[in-house]
Each structure stands twice: as structure tokens, then as C-alpha cells.
């Protein structure tokens, strides 16, 4: 049986052993998928252990994926640009192929899920971490007009601007953010609560939430009462960007990704609280 594992800390919350069991069973595949918790100083070990012990593949969580990046023996374009790995390929002989799945996942969420045109769309990410930067290529890839990168630090973003190299993307603070009317503003950060007037909020037309939970985000809430018409959590980009790393490893096969989303969100609302 194929032994597949996410590596993170905290790991307990993980959904992604639901989602790839739910994906191995539509393909009639059986394999098992683990939760690996680990540390900074012992994660090089245990991705050699794991892939030593027999492991076909694996997916790396926070706070890990730049130590992932740093490990591999090949990267992805996608990875390189992102820099940062969220998916593990064995090579066989010791060698790992890296990959960042999580841009590719955003577009596949927002074109098949919230049905958001990306050509000559404007758009805003809050936040110039490690989640902006993963999916900056994959976004200007589908022809973007424009992304506006918020920070409270403008340095943070700047930095971020320079990286990508191109003239579509700018930096600036969240006071001087003018929500261009018609926009697509993606939540990148890890918190719920972020310096935005309703004045600001209610150009946009649609709100893409990167956290996920049984009830809207504190973000998400505040974007509907400004008058933003689509508002979306983040379990959809989870899902495709986890069928994308299980394509990787199983390249032959075509997945549906909607009844697993279904199945995920039935799952979140007996939890009841926000985990992403």
C-alpha cells in the first residue's frame, strides 16, 4: 500500500488525509495517508526517514515549506518562483522533486468553484507573506490586469514586488489602498482583522477568504455588510491545490473535485469552528 504523509506543526487539524482518501477512493486507489507533526530542527530528518521508509510522496505545511524548498534536488518553475515547496515527489534514489501547488489551486478554486473571471481583472491581496508570494505566478499567468499587494509594512510587500518582476504588480500600505471598483480581493494573511474601512471594502465585488472554517471569517463578515455581492472561504483553493499534489503523484488520473469540497464542508460544520 502507497504511504503518503503531511508534514506540519500543528498537524492535528489537518484535513488533508479526509481529502486525499476521499480522492484515492473516487479513483479506486488504496494507499494511506498520515499526519507526520515534526519540528524545525528535526524536519530534514524526518522527510528522509519517511522517504527511506518506502513514502511515495508528501505534502508540507507551515511552518516548513521554505525548509522543504531548501532540501529538494529539483524544483518546479512554480515552486522557484514561490519559493517555497508544499508537495514532495519522489524520484527514487534518494532524489525529491519539489512543487508549490497552492496558485494553481487558488485559480482552479476561483474559476471552477466561485466562478471569477481573472483575464483583465483587478485584484488585491492582503498581506505579503509566504501565501501572497505562492501564488503570484499562477495568478498573472491568467492575464491579470493589475495586482495591488496590501501590507502594513510597505517594505514587506516592496520586497515582494521585486521578486516577481513585473509591472502589474504594485505595493502599498492598507491606507493608501483604493480598491479599484469590479475587484477580486484575496485575504492572504493569518489574521482576522485587517486596518479596511467598509468605504474601501465596498468597490470590491467579490472576497476570497484564504482561511476556512464552519462560519465565515470576522473578514468575510465585514466584507458582506460593505456590500461586497461574493464572498468565499478558502476550503476550495485546500481541495484543488491537494488534487493538484495528488495528480502529481498519480498522473494518470482525472478527479472531480466538487463532491470532495461537499464532503469537507459537511465535515467542517460538525466541527464548528474556523481552522484555516
Known sequence: MALFTVFGNPIAHSLSPAIHQAFAAQAGITLRYTRSLTSTAQFRRAVATFFHQGGAGANVTAPFKQQAFAL??????????????????SLGQGQLLGDNTDGVGLVRALQHHCQQQLTQRAIVICGAGGATRGVLGPLLAQHVDHIFIANRTLSRAQELVAAVGDARVQAVTYEQLQIPAGALVI?????????????????????????????PTLMM?????AGVTQVYDGLSMLVEQAAVAFQLWHPELELDTEPVLTQLRAQLMNQGAVIG
Open 221 to 225: 463578515q465585514r466584507a458582506q455588510q
Open 72 to 89: 529538494v534536488n529539483q524544483l518546479t518553475p512554480r515552486a522557484q518562483l514561490a519559493g517555497a515547496v508544499n508537495t514532495l515527489v
Open 187 to 215: 485575504q492572504a494573511t493569518s489574521t482576522d482583522q485587517l486596518p479596511l474601512a467598509d468605504e474601501q471594502l465596498a468597490s470590491a465585488t467579490a472576497w476570497y477568504d484564504m482561511r476556512y472554517g464552519a462560519q
